[in-house]
């Protein structure tokens, strides 16, 4: 039973637009959700992460958005630059353990 | 910002060794770190959460005899594969929750493991 799910595998985006990655969840106990990017063989890097006491958090390029009611989140990177081609994971937290739910992952391209 | 190494890189090692892979937490102290293990083209999958100073908790599948996780100290956790067979081979990475801090964890560079 998938608890997050990212439901696109690839996404393709101009460089200079908007990059929008969407993320579902199903387990109302998650009260916190992060972003992080993964290059081919290394860690992942956070990016950024909200509280589920928010419905946007902001830092720079990247914004994520928060709807409780219908369990979804979603990343927003303005402007899309080459740089942030990569494979982007939702993780979902609830506070008994700490540990992070993952989704399958979006691959990222942005095309010159 | 939170830095989180880990060493070795890469390494190779015959069938039926055991092969160690320390997880460092460089500036910040990590009550609590994580083991994963990423197969190609698959998600993270979480192998066991490591507390220090307490045994480890491992996922449903994992076999903690075989693989070993020592947390001895706020910025150090271990994990021993022990008696490796070709199909441990995988790409496992470690990552570190600051103390201090809500939920964020931090991941190291990860390690990829070959068995011959």
């Known amino acids: 039973d998938q608890q997050v799910k990212q439901n696109s595998p690839s996404l393709s985006v101009q460089e200079g637009r908007i990059s929008i990655l969407n993320c579902d969840y199903t387990n109302s106990m998650f009260d916190y959700f992060l972003w992080y990017k993964k290059y081919p063989a290394e860690g992942p890097t956070f990016l950024i992460s909200?509280?589920?006491i928010k419905d946007k958090n902001e830092d720079g390029r990247f914004t994520v958005f928060l709807n409780k009611s219908a369990k979804h989140l979603s990343l927003h990177i303005v402007p899309s630059q080459p740089g942030d081609s990569a494979v982007y994971f939702c993780?979902?937290?609830?506070?008994?353990?700490?540990?992070?739910?993952w989704g399958a992952g979006t691959k990222l391209i942005i095309k010159p | 910002g939170a830095v989180v190494s880990q060493h070795p890189s890469r390494v190779i090692c015959k069938s039926g060794t055991s092969v160690k892979i320390e997880c460092r937490s460089l500036d910040f102290q990590a009550t609590t770190m994580f083991w994963y293990r990423q197969f190609p083209k698959q998600s993270l999958m979480l192998m066991a959460t490591?507390?220090?100073?307490?045994?480890?908790?491992?996922e449903q599948g994992v076999e903690k005899d075989k693989f070993l996780i020592n947390h001895a100290s706020l910025t150090l956790s271990t994990l021993t594969v022990t008696s490796a067979h070709p199909e441990d081979s995988s790409f496992y990475i470690c990552?570190?929750?600051?103390?201090?801090?809500?939920?964020?964890?931090?991941f190291g560079p990860g390690t990829r493991l070959t068995v011959t």
């Open positions: 993780a979902a937290s609830a506070r008994s353990n700490y540990q992070l739910i």
């Open positions: 990552s570190a929750r600051d103390s201090a801090g809500p939920y964020e964890q931090y």
């Open positions: 490591s507390n220090e100073g307490s045994k480890a908790t491992y």
């Open positions: 909200i509280s589920s």
